[in-house]
């Protein structure tokens, strides 16, 4: 019943397709099989049909298969979404004492830093505290790092309060507040979205050059804007471009009051602290841990000693000398659903994809980066769903748009934090600050939050030493990076970041456009252990190099240079083509419709110059010259130059498909185009089209779809027997070559087979060797080639599998059995020319 409802259904898409005017390319392969003169070869698998698996293309139906998720795909991705599962039913007591210490000790730092940064994003103190409470609290359920700590960060927050800042001169009636929380309700919302769909590889379109650029400028911009704060001033913006707010400081440096004072020794005190403490710990790395862990806290102390301070002086006084931090409320002022005008909408899907970005550049750059270190893997679209997530819930409790900080993972780490638990430790330590240290913050000078930002974000700042890494990898992506910086400078630090991906993916475009490839020549070349040849592994000497011997003759190989030396080799090494009229193609970016045009146009100059007509062009009047054709013509003169008589024929193309993945229609149709032109070039003569190292199923569908894969039919009415070469795997077992290579070892070594026993494939191939010794001429290719498959007895031990498929012998696993392909069907085909 199957079989007639298939006959059905083929019979009717036949029909279907006669009307449509479709032909299927498979029948006409069948159709013409019998009447191809290459079809017979001299190789005993052409008598095997060419329909097998090896030949059976990729199926549309197929790849739709693949892609459709299984039962088991689908619970995979739902279990993924919660990775605590996995770790969760392990917990121990060993984890919980690193993770309490290491989330007290991130704690204790995020208190500060978030009050600091919330006035980053033009908003009150607190709400840097409801967001360092909300991600670390929520972090530990979604996210795959153990040491990140998700929370306000500087770069971040001055996004947010360059929208809040935007929004607040046209929507003056709308709070602060509600204008950030309602972007991290669509910041939140879309990278949520992106880590449901798995799109993590959307980070790798952002290049290290733009991220290291975008967080230099927003260092230096984060840095400047504190500097109002930090000398006390406050007769201009600090939201102006970084440089006019260091110039306006410099105007008005006579304006400083007591707080220049307290700002810049704090700020001193914190460097100093650090340098002296990383020098105690190299001299004393006995106690490096307690050392590390009085580094961590300078922040603390430092912010606890200038309050102390402020308090002294502000004693008694109805209004303080110094700006202070003022009234932070006590608890959550602002817990429910957030509201989201719809007038502020429109104007926030400005500032979403700087804000985006910075969100999942960051994090994951930070995830990884200590993944890598700690030897676990981060999954980058299941950290996207943990921001989305923190971002999401945060807006319940009141807070802004946060994300993973690299200053507090890096004191999570060293502090010894063992699972994403430890952020249940930290949202504790901000929840007891939140409700019992409020007091005590009112007395926090300003100027000691803005040292304390200042000194947080120096070290986001790309050192020298890393920009000459940057120059010896590639000198232009220095450039780039600079533009980026200046831009972030005097512009917007959203301008320096977009400046730098859209540079970055035009220099890409570029490379990819003009991606000519590279012609090779050919080689023979020996692999030398000191001063012998050795085979096909170190222990197998062959000859002593510098003296002709036969056997290191053999172990000689051919391998395939670009012409013109581009890739670093040798210069001395004389490269040629391995036949006359046959070229040999490398693809150095892939081909594809970007690339296809500028690649195949460079081939076809190449070929031009190095070739002349088979046929020479002759014009019997000056009218039939194509007006393309240079110089004039005069009738039956020959266009070619003499010179081009000592150039060989056009005879064979191949292509080394070994950086093409894919191949689209406009690349295949670009190569159709260029066989066609180079058909008419070396008529009446052929050309052969040949393919190595293709490594993708439907590239090898796409370029049989366009008719290549097969040989070119002659047009000067000369067949000759095609030539399949092919390449032929052996298997392993007592038929292997390895078996008989160590039966033949201990064949010549009797004393070696007395101490080992031969297992009942030695002896097999003991014999087969002998019956090779016995045989003067030795096992001669097509003896092995005939004997494929067969008993060791009629096969000289040998068994083997082809590797690739039969209908398309102009595929080739490798450029060696590419070009032996080339020259051996040239050479009969001017045998058969010759024999007429």
């Not at 893997?377 to 319940?396: F, H, K, R, W, Y």
């Not at 913050?441 to 020298?464: E, K, Q, R, S």
């Not at 016995?774 to 494929?788: C, I, N, V």
């Not at 067969?790 to 060696?816: E, M, W």
Request: net charge neutral; proline share 6%; glycine share 8%.
């Amino acid at each position: 019943m199957s079989g007639t409802s298939r006959g059905t259904s083929t019979t009717s898409g036949y029909t279907l397709a006669r009307v449509l005017g479709i032909k299927f390319q498979e029948h006409d392969e069948d159709a013409h099989q019998h009447e191809d003169p290459f079809a017979g070869g001299e190789s005993m698998f052409s008598n095997l049909t060419s329909r097998n698996s090896l030949d059976r293309p990729p199926t549309a139906s197929e790849w739709l298969h693949d892609q459709l998720p299984s039962q088991a795909d689908a619970v995979g991705y739902l279990k993924s979404l919660f990775p605590c599962i996995s770790w969760l039913p392990h917990y121990n007591l060993q984890w919980l004492a690193g993770d309490v210490v290491a989330g007290i000790t991130a704690g204790a730092v995020l208190v500060p830093q978030g009050m600091a940064y919330a006035s980053l994003a033009n908003l009150p103190p607190q709400y840097g505290l409801y967001s360092s409470f909300v991600g670390p609290l929520t972090y530990w359920i979604f996210g795959t790092s153990k040491d990140i700590s998700l929370g306000p960060v500087a770069v971040l927050s001055t996004v947010v309060g360059t929208v809040v800042a935007d929004l607040g001169v046209t929507n003056g009636d709308i709070p602060p507040n509600v204008v950030a929380t309602g972007f991290s309700i669509m910041a939140g919302s879309l990278v949520l979205v992106f880590g449901t769909f798995r799109l993590g590889w959307l980070v790798d379109l952002i290049s290290i050059t733009s991220l290291s650029a975008f967080m230099t400028g927003s260092a230096i911009t984060i840095g400047a804007s504190q500097l109002p704060s930090l000398f006390g001033i406050t007769s201009f913006s600090n939201r102006d471009a970084a440089y006019r707010v260091i110039v306006n400081t410099l105007k008005h440096l006579n304006e400083a009051k007591l707080d220049a004072t307290l700002g810049l020794t704090a700020l001193l005190f914190l460097y100093l602290i650090r340098y002296t403490l990383t020098k105690a710990a190299e001299r004393w790395p006995n106690n490096k841990r307690v050392i590390f862990f009085l580094n961590t806290m300078r922040t603390v102390f430092v912010i606890l000693l200038y309050t102390m301070v402020s308090w002294v002086i502000n004693k008694g006084r109805e209004e303080p000398v110094i700006r202070v931090l003022g009234v932070v409320p006590k608890g959550f002022e602002s817990i429910g659903v957030p509201p989201l005008p719809s007038t502020i909408v429109s104007r926030l899907c400005s500032h979403l994809p700087a804000a985006v970005i910075v969100m999942i550049v960051e994090h994951i750059a930070i995830s990884k980066s200590f993944g890598r270190v700690n030897n676990y893997t981060v999954d980058p679209s299941q950290e996207m769903v943990a921001i989305g997530m923190a971002n999401l819930l945060g807006t319940l409790f009141g807070a802004y748009s946060s994300t993973g900080s690299f200053s507090r993972t890096a004191i999570q780490s060293k502090a010894g934090v063992r699972t994403p638990a430890s952020g249940l430790v930290s949202a504790s330590v901000v929840l007891l600050a939140t409700y019992l240290l409020t007091d005590a913050f009112y007395y926090i000078p300003n100027a000691v939050l803005a040292a304390v930002i200042i000194h947080a974000v120096g070290d986001l700042i790309t050192p020298p030493s890393t920009l000459y890494q940057f120059w010896r990898v590639s000198p232009l992506e220095v450039f780039i990076f600079f533009i980026g910086v200046f831009l972030s400078i005097f512009s917007q630090i959203e301008d320096g970041l977009y400046a730098t991906v859209c540079i970055s993916a035009v220099v890409l475009l570029y490379r990819i456009l003009k991606a000519r490839g590279r012609f090779l020549g050919q080689v023979k070349v020996h692999s030398v252990l000191g001063d012998h040849v050795i085979g096909d592994n170190h222990r197998q000497l062959v000859g002593h190099y510098g003296t002709f011997e036969e056997r290191s003759e053999i172990a000689a190989r051919n391998i395939y240079l670009p012409l013109d030396h581009d890739d670093g080799s040798n210069s001395e090494v004389e490269l040629g083509h391995p036949y006359p009229g046959i070229f040999i193609y490398r693809f150095s970016e892939g081909l594809n419709y970007p690339s296809a045009n500028f690649a195949l146009e460079y081939l076809t100059n190449y070929v031009y110059s190095n070739t002349r007509r088979t046929s020479p062009e002759t014009f019997e009047r000056r009218g039939d010259r194509p007006w393309s054709s240079p110089g004039q013509q005069r009738p039956g003169k020959l266009r070619e130059e003499p010179s081009h008589e000592q150039k060989p024929t056009l005879k064979a193309i191949i292509l080394d498909f070994s950086s093409v993945n894919n191949a689209d229609i406009t690349s295949v149709q670009r190569l159709i185009d260029v066989r066609n032109v180079l058909d008419v070039y070396a008529a009446p003569g052929v050309v052969d089209w040949h393919f190595a190292c293709i490594n993708n199923r439907w590239t090898r569908r796409a370029l049989a779809a366009g008719g290549f894969g097969t040989p070119t039919m002659p047009r000067d009415g000369v067949p000759h027997r095609w030539k399949s070469i092919f390449s032929v795997a052996e298997i392993g077992g007592k038929d292997s070559a390895a078996a008989v290579a160590e039966a033949n070892t201990l064949k010549q070594d009797p004393s070696a087979m007395a101490q080992r026993p031969l297992d009942e494939e030695t002896v097999e191939a003991v014999a087969v060797v002998e019956s090779w010794e016995d045989d003067d001429e030795g096992p001669t290719p097509g003896s092995q080639a005939k004997g494929l498959g067969k008993s060791p007895q009629h096969a000289h031990g040998r068994k083997g599998a082809i590797i690739s498929g039969l209908a398309h012998p102009l595929f080739h696993v490798d450029l060696t059995s590419a070009v032996q392909s080339a020259i051996a069907n040239v050479e009969a085909r001017l045998e058969a020319k010759s024999s007429l």
